[in-house]
Antibody, heavy 120, light 107 residues
Framework: EVQILESGGGLVQTGGSLRLSCGAS????????LTWVRQAPGKGLEWVST????????HYADSVRGRFTISRDKSKNTVYLQMNNLRAEDTALYYC?????????????WGQGTLVIVSS | EIVLTQSPGTLSLSPGERATLSCRAS???????LAWYQQKPGQAPRLLIY???SRASGIPDRFSGSGSGTDFTLTISRLEPEDFAVYYC????????FGQGTKVEIK
């Protein structure tokens, strides 16, 4: 059974940093890309960032490029999202999801999310 | 970047009725890389359809997807009480984008 569990969310001041973690199990971790998607309160889904299966290729939404960094640790079956210079508009529930493919594809399994609140 | 526009914003229907949700892309979607997700309040999104028309594992056959190019449709043939939710379309080509969502509510 595929399981995805996010952690690391919390309350942070504007300009601060936070690192989210996403632990995954139930599939061959090294064969699938993983992604972060966020949802601001009462709003729709926004794709944030994706890392390829091998970790060598990363993609970012324009809204976070240069501030967020995605990475993965195959020894821990974990993906990270390092978020720096946080803004109020980064406040959202952050979901981690598994992609159907190694470098792309749709999001076939999702975690339950971790909440990030950025406040001054 | 492909922009996806979903319509209507809200669909008010009764259980047993047919729901038709639209997703229009700003440019042609390569290889029909179009997915649909369902999200209920307080829950994570769930994959329903990928490749425009393929049902994900465990999805009931009352859900169907169709379309190509720039126009795509999600149809729920007969609404069950558990189908009232928000539905998002997504393009998954070189990058990923979501539509703004359609809420299917009980009339």
């Amino acid at each position: 059974e595929v399981q995805i569990l996010e952690s690391g969310g919390g309350l942070v001041q504007t300009g601060g940093s936070l690192r989210l973690s996403c632990g995954a199990s139930g599939f061959t971790f090294s064969s699938h890309a993983l992604t972060w998607v966020r949802q601001a309160p009462g709003k729709g889904l926004e794709w944030v960032s994706t890392v390829s299966a091998g970790g060598g290729v990363t993609h970012y939404a324009d809204s976070v490029r240069g501030r967020f960094t995605i990475s993965r640790d195959k020894s821990k079956n974990t993906v990270y999202l390092q978020m720096n210079n946080l803004r109020a508009e980064d406040t959202a529930l952050y979901y981690c999801a598994k992609l159907s493919g190694s470098g792309g594809g749709f999001f076939d399994y999702w975690g339950q999310g971790t909440l990030v609140i950025v406040s001054s | 970047e492909i922009v996806l526009t979903q319509s209507p914003g809200t669909l008010s229907l009764s259980p047993g009725e047919r729901a038709t949700l639209s997703c229009r892309a700003s440019q042609g979607v390569t290889s029909n890389y179009l997915a649909w997700y369902q999200q209920k309040p307080g829950q994570a999104p769930r994959l329903l359809i990928y490749g425009a028309s393929s049902r994900a594992s465990g999805i009931p056959d009352r859900f169907s997807g169709s379309g190509s190019g720039t126009d795509f449709t999600l149809t729920i043939s007969r609404l069950e009480p558990e189908d009232f939710a928000v539905y998002y379309c997504q393009h998954y080509g070189s990058l990923w984008t979501f539509g703004q969502g359609t809420k299917v509510e009980i009339k």
